[in-house]
């Protein structure tokens, strides 16, 4: 899946193209609305991740857009998602106002009792597959059947992994799942100690450079959404800074589709990764070039997903808790008015 640069090339945001770095023509949070009360925000505080899954919060981190957009009077404090569930960890124990993770992640969590709805879509990605050593036998799901697989529950490649079992006829219990965080899972497959991985990029990406590793099944249609989500205290307290945040978001979309040379380099330096590597994961499989406006898209594919979860026991309230979930999980006003500015 190659990435094409199509509906935000030409557009504004008072954004000209421009070279390396550089954003001087850039106007962090420009339209966000401050609160009332001597020009003062909401809040004096605000919590956010950033993620290597997530590269437009790599540029907005970089570039420091929230904190100039907000100035002196709120302290941003980053912290950084390894993964979807450490995300959900985050937002559910009050440790991050504003966090990233895949749609999936989303609703497993807000169907399980915490108050988050995503604000904004960062990405479309096909950011994981099956991920195998350089002289397995296994060339496809199927081939999985007794074998140990590592993979990080509650995140995309872990649903990618129920999802493509699935496809050969197989379930969980059919393997031995291995639970551990993306970067131990990619470990464990170079240490030979699991005989697949539920990969993530860029991890992924690296892994099949230095390690030649083999994706030896992806497929896109079972990724879901970048999906960046805040607490409803957050977004019914601080509208003002939320929206802030969500006009970063699309800002740093805009550069970055104008930039992907310069995005890609943002990841390596985040990553730990060479610059190759990450020109793959930007160029080929995050897809940036998507609407930020979450909605019908979006509950569509939560809607597909919902029978797998409730299968997996992973939902206490089962069918139900995942109904609510889906029709509640959007709140789409901040990107709506992002949007509007351009």
Not at 151 to 170: I, R
Not at 197 to 207: E, F, T, V
């Amino acid at each position: 899946m190659t990435h094409r640069i199509s509906r935000r090339t030409a557009t504004a945001l008072g954004l000209s193209a421009v070279a390396g770095m550089g954003l001087a023509s850039c106007v962090p949070g420009e339209g966000a609305q401050q609160s009332t009360g001597g020009g003062q925000w909401s809040t004096g505080e605000l919590t956010i991740d950033w993620a290597t899954y997530n590269p437009l919060s790599l540029m907005i981190r970089d570039q420091k857009l929230i904190e100039t957009a907000l100035g002196d009077s709120v302290t941003v404090s980053w912290v950084q998602s390894a993964g979807s569930n450490k995300a959900n960890e985050l937002l559910r124990s009050g440790s991050a106002d504003v966090a990233s993770t895949a749609g999936s992640a989303a609703l497993l969590a807000r169907a399980n009792g915490s108050p988050i709805k995503v604000i904004d879509i960062y990405s479309q990605p096909e950011w994981s597959a099956l991920v195998v050593g350089p002289d397995s036998d296994i060339t496809g799901p199927a081939d999985l059947a007794g074998r140990s697989v590592a993979a990080t529950k509650g995140t995309d490649p872990y649903f990618f992994l129920v999802q493509a079992l699935a496809e050969a006829g197989l379930t969980v219990d059919d393997v031995t799942i291995q639970l551990l965080q993306h970067a131990d899972g990619r470990a464990a497959l170079d240490g030979g100690s699991v005989d697949a991985w539920a990969g993530l990029d860029p991890i992924m990406a690296a892994a099949e450079v230095e390690s030649g590793a083999q994706l030896v099944y992806r497929n896109v249609d079972f990724n879901t959404y970048g999906f960046l989500n805040a607490t409803e205290d957050f977004i019914d307290n601080h509208a003002d800074v939320a929206q802030v945040v969500v006009d970063a978001y699309e800002q740093a979309r805009t550069w970055a589709l104008q930039n992907l040379d310069a995005t890609a380099q943002l990841l390596a330096d985040a990553a730990g990764i060479d610059l190759e590597i990450a020109t793959t994961v930007i160029q080929q499989r995050s897809n940036l070039d998507v609407s930020g406006v979450p909605g019908d898209d979006q509950r569509a594919v939560l809607e597909a997903i919902s029978p797998m979860l409730a299968d997996s026991g992973d939902i206490a309230g089962g069918t139900d808790a995942l109904a609510e979930a889906v029709s509640s999980i959007v709140h789409a006003d901040f990107a709506t008015a992002a949007a509007e500015q351009q």
